[in-house]
């Protein structure tokens, strides 16, 4: 894995190396690269300990830190994914979820780890950027009361069906 310039770090409690397998397994053109240990105790490990994990997710570099379970994820930072159709959003939603995830609203949801992802279809992005505004209103509102994105239900939305 090549170093990048700039790499997103995530920053997890012991569980680095678990998530980027999961990520790996689950998104295209994502793996897992290094694994770096500790070489010496530090406040949440010991030396030898996991601490850095070099992983990719869909192309983006990242950096596992295991630092402790003195920070959190929030909603404030998600991937967002750009999904082709339902099955494909099917797939990753149920993928994220299933796997001790939570649903959230409007095509969010977070992975057991706390990391928050946008499963967009892009059906729904074409939609809410109609210039047709009546049009891009419609499956908008239609948007906000799903939690996983459902195509069929924005495109009906977005005809005015």
Request: with cysteine; glycine share 10%; hydrophobic share 40%.
């Amino acid at each position: 894995m090549a170093t990048s310039k700039n790499t997103v770090c995530l920053w997890y409690d012991g569980k680095a190396l678990e998530a980027a397998r999961f990520y790996a397994e689950t998104f295209p053109d994502s793996a897992v690269g290094a694994v770096h240990r500790a070489p010496a105790d530090y406040p949440s490990g010991k030396e030898g300990d996991v601490l850095v994990v070099e992983f990719t997710v869909m192309g983006i570099p990242c950096i596992g830190l295991n630092g402790g379970a003195e920070f959190q994820h929030n909603e404030s930072f998600s991937f967002q994914v750009a999904t082709d159709d339902q099955a494909e959003t099917d797939r990753l939603w149920n993928a994220i979820v299933g796997n001790g995830g939570q649903e959230s609203v409007c095509g969010w949801c977070k992975d057991k780890w706390g990391i928050s992802w946008q499963i967009t279809p892009r059906v729904l992005t074409d939609a809410y950027t109609d210039p047709d505004r009546a049009a891009a209103k419609r499956a908008f509102l239609a948007m906000m009361e799903m939690g996983k994105i459902d195509i069929a239900k924005i495109e009906a939305a977005r005809r005015g069906g």
